[in-house]
């Protein structure tokens, strides 16, 4: 609930981690700049389902909403914070899932963008685990991939979605 001011300092990158908040006891990333193609963006948020570190990017203010559009199909519920113009007068620091910023964020943007996305809200659990090996163990097997997960996720308990975005 407080709102916090974070010094200039010699990175975007640092600046915008700290603002957000969402720094894991992981560490994080730096991809740089987004990658601009859809495919290639889908990708990304896929292999971010497997990483518990939170992950820092630059992202121009024209291909934002594009962006967060793309990110939500894959990671909607990943906690997130769009900084906007950091250390400057209008600096904004908006925080939210990935689905929650994509609705925000759907029309012109201006400024310089950095954009976190969190570490993973509930990171896999020794069950969560096992039920993701069951799933993989089931697709070598020959099942497709969405009645592996739907039959893992019955037996276990953990989320369908989540067991089918972890075997991509």
Known sequence: GLEVTVLPGPSAVETGLVASG????????FVGYLPRGEGALLALGEELVRRPWAVV???SPQRLPASLGVLA??????PAAVCRELTKRFEEVVRGTVSDLA??????????????????????GPDERAAQAAVSELLD??????????????????????????SL
């Open 57 to 59: 990017a630059f992202e």
């Open 22 to 29: 969402l720094v894991g006891e992981e560490g994080y990333q």
């Open 103 to 124: 609705r925000r964020f759907d029309g012109a943007v201006k400024g310089e963008i950095t954009l976190v996305l969190g570490p993973d809200a509930a990171p896999a």
């Open 141 to 166: 097997a020959g099942v497709p991939r969405r009645q592996a997960a739907d039959v893992v996720a019955r037996l276990t308990g953990v989320a369908r979605n989540r067991l089918y975005r972890a």
């Open 73 to 78: 199909r894959a990671i909607p519920d990943r």
